[in-house]
T-cell receptor, first 113, second 113 residues
Framework: GAGVSQSPSNKVTEKGKDVELRCDPI?????LYWYRQSLGQGLEFLIY????????KSGLPSDRFSAERTGGSVSTLTIQRTQQEDSAVYLC???????????FGPGTRLTVT | DAKTTQPTSMDCAEGRAANLPCNHS???????VYWYRQIHSQGPQYIIH???NNETNEMASLIITEDRKSSTLILPHATLRDTAVYYC??????????????FGTGTRLTIIP
């Protein structure tokens, strides 16, 4: 079956611009995570959605970052007024509720110039 | 989550079995051992998990010692495509909440032609 998909695969933007990253989770996976990974670094948790519950936003690094999940499926991560330190690979993962078996998308490589 | 210790890097000849060790001496009785890997420029990939019995799936086998303080991931016939960073983590299987993943430095496995 189809895995997690993300778009765009690459995004280059100028400092100060807003960007939107999209994630399509595996059908039936009600849990959705956003992470980011800087070059050579580990995973940094950003935000978690589970069904209709309020999202866990504890990992968002600043108020320039926001995410939403419409209809319990597709999610968008928005970064406003991008900064160079936002450059990273943004990864989306989905899973069945409460499972540590997470299935990751290929990521979006964001470069802020 | 219990701390894990893995070798920084390993090499394995193509076609041979790759045996990746992980120490988790502080593992609790309700914590599982999970393995993920990350191939260069791709998102992390779930491999396998287990509690105390040995587990096998289409990708790998997981051998957990009787005292559960260490485990070994076995890729039975390594191919060049198995070159990746392999992460061993221990955690409760389900809190039915935010199961955000945190990876350590992992083992960089290089398959030699």
């Amino acid at each position: 079956g189809a895995g997690v998909s993300q778009s765009p695969s690459n995004k280059v933007t100028e400092k100060g611009k807003d960007v939107e990253l999209r994630c399509d989770p595996i059908s039936g996976h009600t849990a959705l995570y956003w992470y980011r990974q800087s070059l050579g670094q580990g995973l940094e948790f950003l935000i978690y959605f589970q069904g209709n519950s309020a999202p866990d936003k504890s990992g968002l690094p600043s108020d320039r970052f926001s995410a939403e999940r419409t209809g319990g499926s597709v999610s968008t991560l928005t970064i406003q007024r991008t900064q160079q330190e936002d450059s990273a690979v943004y990864l989306c993962a989905s899973s069945l509720p409460g499972s540590s078996e997470q299935y990751f998308g290929p990521g979006t490589r964001l470069t802020v110039t | 989550d219990a701390k894990t210790t893995q070798p920084t890097s390993m090499d394995c000849a193509e076609g041979r079995a790759a045996n990746l060790p992980c120490n988790h001496s502080t593992i609790s009785g309700n914590e599982y051992v999970y393995w993920y890997r990350q191939i260069h420029s791709q998102g992390p990939q779930y491999i396998i998990h287990g509690l105390k019995n040995n587990e096998t799936n289409e990708m790998a086998s997981l051998i957990i010692t009787e005292d559960r303080k260490s485990s070994t991931l076995i890729l039975p016939h390594a191919t060049l495509r198995d070159t990746a960073v392999y992460y061993c983590i221990v955690r409760v299987a389900s809190n039915f909440g935010n199961e955000k993943l945190t990876f350590g430095t992992g083992t960089r496995l290089t398959i030699i032609p």
